[in-house]
T-cell receptor, first 111, second 115 residues
Framework: EAGVAQSPRYKIIEKRQSVAFWCNPISGHATLYWYQQILGQGPKLLIQFQNNGVVDDSQLPKDRFSAERLKGVDSTLKIQPAKLEDSAVYLC?????????FGPGTRLTVL | AQSVSQHNHHVILSEAASLELGCNYSYGGTVNLFWYVQYPGQHLQLLLKYFSGDPLVKGIKGFEAEFIKSKFSFNLRKPSVQWSDTAEYFCAVTILTGGGNKLTFGTGTQLKVEL
């Protein structure tokens, strides 16, 4: 079974630039999550989708972050404009029932 | 909001030593509990989980964890660690009262096992 795919794996940008991350969940998994993991901390949920609807985006900084999941499969997370404090690993996960499966993450560095 | 505390941020052990990593959570209702592991250069993967039933759960690679409801704890144990257990370990919780499947993670424990 193929795992959760994410791209790119690494991204370096300057502050105020825009960046987008892509996630392809495990086939058949209806629920998709985006987490932010800052160095030295555990992952923090940014947004949760059930199919293509948002279930929880309470911790998503909506002034600069946006996410979509068209057709209930792939998802993109965008940051516009980026700030220095956005430097982190962005993890995508998917689940069928309760267990979440994580992708390799995208390491973002904002200079 | 629920929170998860992991008391040990860095642990260094020699091979064959016993391991216990502490995890406490703050929510008083029904929870699901997880331990995830992240080996160097790899993605997060599930080590073990507790949903209900026997509070002593066994996971992969000889790990086990005990859920003690009265102490709000879910400590991870392994009787004899190996060099290959060097990794970062995360405790995580989901609450079951309309919170969906939202995982709240602890800050992680970096385990280094020396030969």
């Amino acid at each position: 079974e193929a795992g959760v795919a994410q791209s790119p794996r690494y991204k370096i940008i300057e502050k105020r630039q825009s960046v987008a991350f892509w996630c392809n969940p495990i086939s058949g998994h209806a629920t998709l999550y985006w987490y932010q993991q800052i160095l030295g901390q555990g992952p923090k949920l940014l947004i949760q989708f059930q199919n293509n609807g948002v279930v929880d985006d309470s911790q998503l900084p909506k002034d600069r972050f946006s996410a979509e999941r068209l057709k209930g499969v792939d998802s993109t997370l965008k940051i516009q404009p980026a700030k220095l404090e956005d430097s982190a690993v962005y993890l995508c996960a998917s689940s069928l029932v309760s267990e979440q499966f994580f992708g390799p993450g995208t390491r973002l560095t904002v200079l | 909001a629920q929170s998860v505390s992991q008391h040990n941020h860095h642990v260094i052990l020699s091979e064959a030593a016993s391991l216990e990593l502490g995890c406490n959570y703050s929510y008083g209702g029904t929870v699901n509990l997880f331990w995830y592991v992240q080996y160097p250069g790899q993605h997060l993967q599930l080590l073990l989980k507790y949903f209900s039933g026997d509070p002593l759960v066994k996971g992969i690679k000889g790990f086990e964890a005990e859920f003690i409801k009265s102490k709000f704890s879910f400590n991870l144990r392994k009787p004899s660690v190996q060099w290959s257990d060097t990794a970062e370990y995360f405790c995580a919780v989901t609450i079951l009262t309309g919170g969906g499947n939202k995982l709240t993670f602890g800050t992680g424990t970096q385990l280094k096992v020396e030969l």
